[in-house]
């Protein structure tokens, strides 16, 4: 992966999915009748017809007693609209199994795989939080970039948090860039002495200085 230019043109594609509570659900949880006509679907992932493939994923949609047959299937899968159909089956889910399931697509080399996996993981910010300081700490610069769009959805405080301590460690200005562009959508009060911090630390780079000044203005018009 490369750690500069592709951040701008990753495909963020909206889609017509139906998602969990934004809460996110318990590993465990059940969301369907156990084993409820489960096995013809499961075998039907392993079909050599894209169509097959793509109905069973979708029939399999939060179903937490399908999270590892999908698991295995996407590791597999080499159609497009049979993977995005197994990471919303997955998402659907929503429980601790099935955020693990989508993490490792973040380092996909694959533009479409990588939004894909954001947009599922962005739909459960309660699921995700506990991965979110590995994440943030993770020593790949473009993993950690892309781990503050994750706390897009989050709760204002969580994501306050989250990328100030972010801040006060980074050295990557195009992550720090990112995390301040979050910030200025969600962020709290609590953020302005990281992003003031930060600004300092870049101030020979001028647009970072730019965008804290933006953030800040943001945070201070908000009522959080």
Request: proline share 7%.
């Amino acid at each position: 992966m490369r750690s500069s230019n592709w951040w701008g043109h990753m495909p963020f594609v909206k889609r017509d999915v139906t998602a969990p509570s934004p809460a996110g659900r318990r590993a465990g949880d059940d969301v369907a009748p156990h084993n409820d006509g489960l096995e013809p679907h499961i075998a039907a992932l392993r079909s050599p017809d894209i169509e097959v493939r793509w109905k069973a994923a979708r029939a399999l949609g939060g179903r937490a007693d399908a999270v590892r047959a999908l698991a295995t299937a996407l590791g597999v899968e080499q159609v497009a609209r049979v993977r995005e159909a197994i990471m919303t089956a997955l998402m659907r889910v929503g429980d601790e199994a099935s955020v693990m399931a989508l993490l490792p697509y973040l380092r996909s080399q694959d533009a479409a795989e990588r939004g894909a996996s954001i947009e599922a993981l962005q739909a459960l910010p309660e699921a995700i939080l506990p991965f979110m300081a590995p994440l943030l700490a993770d020593g790949d610069s473009d993993v950690r970039l892309l781990a503050t769009e994750l706390a897009r959805n989050m709760p204002a405080e969580n994501a306050t948090q989250l990328l100030c301590r972010l801040l006060e460690h980074e050295h990557h200005p195009n992550v720090c860039a990112a995390a301040i562009d979050v910030l200025a959508e969600v962020g709290t009060r609590d953020a302005v002495p990281a992003l003031q911090a930060c600004a300092e630390r870049f101030a020979g780079m001028p647009f970072l200085p730019f965008a804290v000044s933006i953030a800040i203005a943001r945070i201070s018009d908000t009522d959080r």
